[in-house]
Nanobody
Framework: QVQLVESGGGLVQAGGSLRLSCAASGNTFSSYDIDWHRQAPGKQRELVATIRRGGNTNYADSVKGRFTISRDNAKNTVYLQMNSLKPEDTAVYYC??????????WGKGTLVTVSS
């Protein structure tokens, strides 16, 4: 069973930047697709960005051009670089791992608060 731990959240002013990290246990990290999701207060969880095991990436329209997802398989870590942050980016950010065989795992989340 893979354990995921997010870090890097915090309070930042609008226009600022944060880099989130998602560290995974285990030794087959490179075989998984990894997503970042977020859930704002009173809203449904939404997909923010995906990086596939081959390195392809996808982004929600709301973060395109501002957020960058990347992975370091040697460190079992995925990153989410968030620039030009807006108050509407305030949310708990979760990483999710998925295998080609249907196995999924979620982290417990890290809170990002963007002040106006």
């Amino acid at each position: 069973q893979v354990q995921l731990v997010e870090s890097g959240g915090g309070l930042v002013q609008a226009g600022g930047s944060l880099r989130l990290s998602c560290a995974a246990s285990g030794n087959t990290f490179s075989s998984y697709d990894i997503d970042w999701h977020r859930q704002a207060p009173g809203k449904q969880r939404e997909l923010v960005a995906t990086i596939r095991r081959g390195g392809n990436t996808n982004y929600a329209d709301s973060v395109k051009g501002r957020f960058t997802i990347s992975r370091d398989n040697a460190k079992n870590t995925v990153y989410l670089q968030m620039n030009s942050l807006k108050p509407e980016d305030t949310a708990v950010y979760y990483c999710k791992l998925a295998s080609a065989y249907g196995y999924t795992a979620w982290g417990k989340g890290t809170l990002v608060t963007v002040s106006s």
